[in-house]
T-cell receptor
Framework: DAGVTQSPTHLIKTRGQQVTLRCSPK?????VSWYQQALGQGPQFIFQ???????QRGNFPDRFSGHQFPNYSSELNVNALLLGDSALYLC?????????????FGPGTRLTVL | AQSVTQLGSHVSVSEGALVLLRCNYS??????LFWYVQYPNQGLQLLLK??????LVKGINGFEAEFKKSETSFHLTKPSAHMRDAAEYFC??????????????FGKGTLLTVNP
């Protein structure tokens, strides 16, 4: 079982550019959540996808958008990058059906905006 | 809205000593509570979770936590620290009413250092 995988591992962009991060959930999982972890902070919830739809969203601007594919993999897109978007972006997956089912986290993508 | 406060951004203990990492939560409904560990350059790994069953929860690697509703606390303990326990620890809360489509609200984390 490969667990949650994310690509790329690291990414360097400049202000104003756009970026796409990718996530493959743990085998059998159908729900994907994205979190942003700034340096020295806890992860903050961005949004969650289930059945290819955004189920809920955290307090992030519309520059942050996502997508879920039929195979449950997901993308996170960020437009018009700001220096403050530099962070570790974590993807988590879980299996729908029961409250409290464990969210499994991937290793993250480290985004640096210069 | 839910929130988590982790008291102490950095805790240092000697190998073999008791580990106590503090977590207090705020929630308008009885919450689900989680402790995650993050090793350098890695994602988060679940240590244990409270989902309204037994208030004393045992997790992996010898950790346990006790849910105390009256104190709105969910402190993480381990009787004897090992060098391999050095990592960052995050307490998180979720709303059970969201079912499996829950989101986690994390504290700012506590960095645990274990001295030989």
């Amino acid at each position: 079982d490969a667990g949650v995988t994310q690509s790329p591992t690291h990414l360097i962009k400049t202000r104003g550019q756009q970026v796409t991060l990718r996530c493959s959930p743990k085998s059998g999982h159908d729900t994907v959540s994205w979190y942003q972890q700034a340096l020295g902070q806890g992860p903050q919830f961005i949004f969650q996808y289930y059945e290819e739809e955004e189920r809920q969203r955290g307090n992030f601007p519309d520059r942050f958008s996502g997508h879920q594919f039929p195979n449950y993999s997901s993308e996170l897109n960020v437009n018009a990058l700001l220096l403050g978007d530099s962070a570790l972006y974590l993807c988590a997956s879980n299996l729908g059906g029961l409250a409290g089912n464990e969210q499994f986290f991937g290793p993250g993508t480290r985004l640096t905006v210069l | 809205a839910q929130s988590v406060t982790q008291l102490g951004s950095h805790v240092s203990v000697s190998e073999g000593a008791l580990v106590l990492l503090r977590c207090n939560y705020s929630s308008s409904v009885p919450p689900y509570l989680f402790w995650y560990v993050q090793y350098p350059n890695q994602g988060l790994q679940l240590l244990l979770k409270y989902t309204s069953a037994a208030t004393l929860v045992k997790g992996i690697n010898g950790f346990e936590a006790e849910f105390k509703k009256s104190e709105t606390s969910f402190h993480l303990t381990k009787p004897s620290a090992h060098m391999r326990d050095a990592a960052e620890y995050f307490c998180a809360v979720s709303d059970p009413r969201l079912g499996s489509n829950y989101k986690l609200t994390f504290g700012k984390g506590t960095l645990l250092t274990v001295n030989p």
